[in-house]
């Protein structure tokens, strides 16, 4: 294999899978991979210099009750008197200590040195190991093994049917620790999930007992999930978890899907030594991939379904804001005419725009922009309209107006800390002239004839803030025809380059435009703000009034 560090864990992997189907006990598991991982870091970094391009052989066998590991590289091995007599270093060196570990391991190191490289051979003896020499117990073996695969065959064959047939997670779920029973013996078997399954769907499988979460106090259950890699122990208290105390034996398996640790599946017993040999950790593997397959699928369907249900309610609140906050039909009259358009960043805007007509005959146009955007914006600018065609039936002046509707808002909204800035014109009539009241939006603007420009500055701040606020009135006259533009932040306060656009590019925009119709200004407003290439983040609306 390529002389690179990373390929020491499956090495390990598949070393480990030799010595358990020797019968090797997890502690001893635990040496052989120390002492294998220590010579092959030494043949990749002192052997082959760290070379990827080289490459180092490794071998094992077993032979009577004995276990060697051989590990051959191009180097030309370590100095002779440190394999002779390997020493512990000094507490301060980083280097040195992997012979001396090797040599504490192991019964014989040996080694030779050629021309072609240097082999290193360690060995140890296991009186309790299988005796894999007798040709009797290689042939049980081998029946025990392949009468494991077809059980194992069949499990799959029932759990693959189960994951397309069930209507439910749980049922899959309880078919599944039935058939695992089957291939893998076990009296305790346990599925938890982490926190990357969605809360309901946890309660709900714990509520059915197929699935619980993960015990804060488990360290072993969680050293599984964190490094993703199985654990089994075959003696009562070595599995270093006060939650494994009461089994001799068992195995514990990360539970991955789409790459992500989900949980752990737990097989263990409390009196009788599990039979953990390659087929039956594959199999363990295997039945806990299923697993995390259907209950990672379970989930992200509630996330689906959460998303869809919003989704609708979202469309079901655009359906009644087209219904409850329409663009106003009311856009001309003798002598005046009006063009409105809105673009929402939201499926529902917090931006309104309304003209109406009081009694009297006085035409009203106004524009908000509730602060946020969605649906609780969008509730607020309901709130604003129904109040102001209540007010218009009143014979407020415009500031009593705009006072009214502040007071309005003040005391619906209480301590919810939403407002809504509010431009608000009104023009009698005869159209001889027009009055103006800002509270908190951006400038009005306005242009007389042919060249008498006006804007508007806020009085006042936004509604719904504070209940005695004051505001005070602008007014111009119409001697001629005339132009008044109202709009929203979100028609200037977007980004180009990294930088906003702003209010004074806004109007250098607008001033060779004057004589353009409104609906070619919104065209070449809106080309302008798409050829920024930037999401739209707030509401974009737009009035435009004209006496004619």
């Given at each position: 294999?390529?002389?690179?560090?990373?390929?020491?864990?499956?090495?390990?992997?598949?070393?480990?899978?030799?010595?358990?189907?020797?019968?090797?006990?997890p502690m001893?598991?635990?040496?052989?991979?120390?002492?294998?991982?220590?010579?092959?870091?030494?043949?990749?970094?002192?052997?082959?210099?760290?070379?990827?391009?080289?490459?180092?052989?490794?071998?094992?066998?077993?032979?009577?009750?004995?276990?060697?590991?051989?590990?051959?590289?191009?180097?030309?091995?370590?100095?002779?008197?440190?394999?002779?007599?390997?020493?512990?270093?000094?507490e301060?060196?980083?280097?040195?200590?992997?012979?001396?570990?090797?040599?504490?391991?192991v019964?014989?190191?040996?080694?030779?040195?050629?021309?072609?490289?240097?082999?290193?051979?360690?060995?140890?003896?296991?009186?309790?190991?299988?005796?894999?020499?007798?040709?009797?117990?290689?042939?049980?073996?081998?029946?025990?093994?392949?009468?494991?695969?077809?059980?194992?065959?069949?499990?799959?064959?029932?759990?693959?049917?189960?994951?397309?047939?069930?209507?439910?997670?749980?049922?899959?779920?309880?078919?599944?620790?039935a058939?695992?029973?089957?291939?893998?013996?076990?009296?305790?078997?346990?599925?938890?999930?982490?926190?990357?399954?969605?809360?309901?769907?946890?309660?709900?499988?714990?509520?059915?007992?197929?699935?619980?979460?993960?015990?804060?106090?488990?360290?072993?259950?969680?050293?599984?999930?964190?490094?993703?890699?199985?654990?089994?122990?075959?003696?009562?208290?070595?599995?270093?978890?006060?939650?494994?105390?009461n089994?001799?034996?068992?195995?514990?398996?990360?539970?991955?899907?789409?790459?992500?640790v989900?949980?752990?599946?737990?097989?263990?017993?409390?009196?009788?030594?599990?039979?953990?040999?390659?087929?039956?950790?594959?199999?363990?593997?295997?039945?806990?991939?299923?697993?995390?397959?259907?209950?990672?699928?379970?989930?992200?369907?509630?996330?689906?379904?959460?998303?869809?249900?919003?989704?609708?309610?979202?469309?079901?609140?655009?359906?009644?804001?087209?219904?409850?906050?329409?663009?106003?039909?009311?856009?001309?009259?003798?002598?005046?005419?009006?063009?409105?358009?809105?673009?929402?960043a939201?499926?529902?805007?917090?931006?309104?725009?309304?003209?109406?007509?009081?009694?009297?005959?006085?035409?009203?146009?106004?524009?908000?922009?509730?602060?946020g955007?969605?649906?609780?914006?969008?509730?607020?600018?309901?709130?604003?309209?129904?109040?102001?065609?209540?007010?218009v039936?009143?014979?407020?002046?415009?500031?009593?107006?705009?006072?009214?509707?502040?007071?309005?808002?003040?005391?619906?909204?209480?301590?919810?800390?939403?407002?809504?800035?509010?431009?608000i014109?009104?023009?009698p009539?005869?159209?001889?002239?027009?009055?103006?009241?800002?509270?908190?939006?951006?400038?009005?603007?306005?242009?007389?004839?042919?060249?008498?420009?006006?804007?508007?500055?806020?009085?006042?701040?936004?509604?719904?803030?504070?209940?005695?606020s004051?505001?005070?009135a602008?007014?111009?006259?119409?001697?001629?025809?005339?132009?008044?533009?109202?709009v929203?932040d979100?028609?200037?306060e977007?980004?180009?380059?990294?930088?906003?656009?702003?209010?004074?590019?806004?109007?250098?925009?607008?001033?060779?435009?004057?004589?353009?119709?409104?609906?070619?200004?919104?065209?070449?407003?809106?080309?302008?703000?798409?050829?920024?290439?930037?999401p739209?983040?707030?509401?974009?609306?737009?009035?435009?009034w004209?006496?004619?």
């Amino acid at each position: 294999m390529p002389a690179r560090l990373g390929e020491v864990n499956a090495l390990r992997e598949h070393f480990s899978l030799f010595l358990a189907d020797m019968g090797l006990p997890p502690m001893e598991i635990n040496d052989w991979q120390l002492a294998l991982t220590e010579i092959f870091a030494n043949a990749v970094t002192h052997g082959c210099q760290e070379n990827a391009k080289t490459l180092i052989s490794v071998s094992w066998e077993s032979f009577e009750r004995e276990i060697s590991l051989s590990v051959i590289d191009p180097g030309n091995g370590p100095p002779k008197e440190v394999i002779r007599e390997p020493r512990l270093p000094s507490e301060t060196a980083t280097h040195g200590r992997g012979l001396y570990i090797v040599h504490k391991l192991v019964d014989r190191f040996e080694h030779w040195q050629s021309s072609t490289g240097y082999c290193c051979k360690i060995t140890r003896r296991h009186d309790d190991m299988n005796e894999a020499h007798s040709s009797e117990a290689l042939m049980d073996k081998a029946m025990t093994e392949l009468s494991t695969c077809y059980e194992s065959l069949a499990a799959f064959y029932r759990l693959g049917e189960a994951l397309v047939e069930s209507e439910t997670v749980v049922d899959f779920l309880k078919q599944a620790v039935a058939d695992i029973q089957g291939v893998a013996p076990h009296n305790f078997c346990r599925i938890y999930l982490g926190e990357v399954i969605q809360s309901a769907l946890l309660a709900e499988l714990a509520l059915s007992h197929v699935a619980f979460a993960v015990p804060a106090d488990s360290l072993r259950i969680q050293f599984v999930m964190e490094q993703e890699e199985e654990y089994s122990w075959t003696e009562t208290g070595r599995a270093d978890d006060p939650n494994l105390d009461n089994f001799r034996s068992g195995i514990i398996c990360p539970v991955i899907a789409a790459g992500r640790v989900c949980g752990a599946l737990m097989l263990a017993n409390h009196n009788a030594k599990m039979e953990l040999n390659a087929a039956v950790r594959h199999t363990v593997r295997t039945f806990a991939d299923l697993i995390g397959i259907a209950v990672m699928n379970a989930s992200n369907a509630q996330i689906r379904d959460r998303e869809n249900k919003a989704l609708r309610e979202l469309e079901i609140a655009s359906e009644m804001q087209d219904k409850l906050l329409p663009l106003p039909s009311f856009t001309s009259g003798e002598g005046w005419s009006a063009f409105v358009r809105r673009r929402s960043a939201q499926e529902v805007s917090g931006d309104h725009v309304e003209i109406c007509e009081t009694r009297g005959g006085d035409i009203i146009f106004c524009m908000i922009d509730v602060m946020g955007k969605g649906v609780p914006a969008a509730f607020l600018a309901a709130m604003f309209r129904t109040a102001l065609h209540i007010s218009v039936t009143f014979q407020y002046s415009l500031v009593g107006l705009m006072m009214a509707l502040n007071r309005t808002l003040c005391r619906e909204l209480e301590d919810m800390t939403m407002f809504a800035t509010c431009a608000i014109a009104r023009v009698p009539k005869n159209l001889r002239k027009i009055e103006i009241v800002n509270a908190g939006h951006c400038p009005v603007l306005g242009c007389i004839g042919e060249g008498e420009h006006f804007s508007v500055e806020p009085s006042g701040p936004p509604l719904g803030l504070f209940k005695d606020s004051e505001y005070s009135a602008e007014r111009f006259s119409l001697s001629g025809p005339a132009r008044v533009l109202m709009v929203t932040d979100g028609l200037f306060e977007w980004a180009r380059d990294g930088e906003i656009w702003g209010w004074k590019n806004f109007t250098e925009f607008l001033m060779p435009l004057q004589k353009e119709s409104p609906e070619t200004i919104w065209k070449l407003l809106r080309k302008e703000i798409d050829g920024a290439h930037v999401p739209a983040n707030d509401d974009q609306t737009f009035l435009y009034w004209q006496k004619l």
